[in-house]
């Protein structure tokens, strides 16, 4: 029985760290390519729309990592939920139905989201780098009060804090700020 148990650990781990691989390399191959920062109001198609790949914002790197890396179509997974249970998610917005062009593309939508399908980890307040895997999905504020969200690299500091993969105003970048700003929730695809 222990060894059977065992078996089922090992597969879990290695098919979470391949998931992780995936989001990774797809969110890597936006370096470059996603060159600035657009938050505009833009009409998309449905499912599967995106802004331009030159622009976007921190939601759009993790929007197109997920597509891209694991075929998982935030704009359609986050608009049906909604469309079946919009008192579930935030109101910041003002809006008295959802919108299948920018839902996805809001962090406290996304954070909602995560949590409700099972992904949110707990957050602890120690900085402890090793709860963090390659893939992990990572939400803080920017000060004053701005939501930001982040993939979690598999690249790490010497001191092995994970770097991250994100666009918080220039392109989709990856760089050591994981720390950064005050962490707001730690999501982990299953």
């Keep these: 029985m222990l060894k059977l148990f065992l078996i089922f650990l090992l597969a879990v781990s290695s098919s ?58 935030l704009q359609q997974l986050v608009h049906e939920d909604m469309a079946r249970n919009f008192s579930a998610y935030p109101k910041n917005w003002g809006l008295a139905k959802p919108d299948r062009n920018i839902d996805h593309r809001r962090v406290p939508n996304l954070q909602a989201w995560f949590k409700r399908k099972g992904h949110a980890l707990l957050l602890t307040p120690e900085k402890d780098a090793n709860r963090f895997l390659p893939g992990d999905l990572v939400t803080c504020t920017v000060p004053p009060h701005l939501p930001h969200i982040m993939i979690v690299s598999d690249k790490k500091t010497a001191e092995g804090v994970p770097w991250v993969i994100h666009n918080i105003g220039g392109g989709a970048r990856e760089e050591n700020v994981l720390f950064t700003f005050p962490l707001t929730g730690h999501y982990r695809l299953k």
Excluded: F, M, N, W
Excluded at 20 to 29: E, K, L, T, Y
Excluded at 47 to 63: H, N, W, Y
């Design 16 to 73: 979470q760290a391949q998931t992780g691989r995936q989001i990774v390399d797809s969110a890597r191959r936006q370096i470059g390519v996603t060159v600035g920062y657009d938050p505009s109001y833009t009409t998309l198609k449905y499912p599967g729309g995106d802004v331009p790949a030159e622009r976007g914002v921190c939601t759009d790197v993790v929007i197109r990592a997920l597509r891209d890396g694991l075929g998982k179509d």
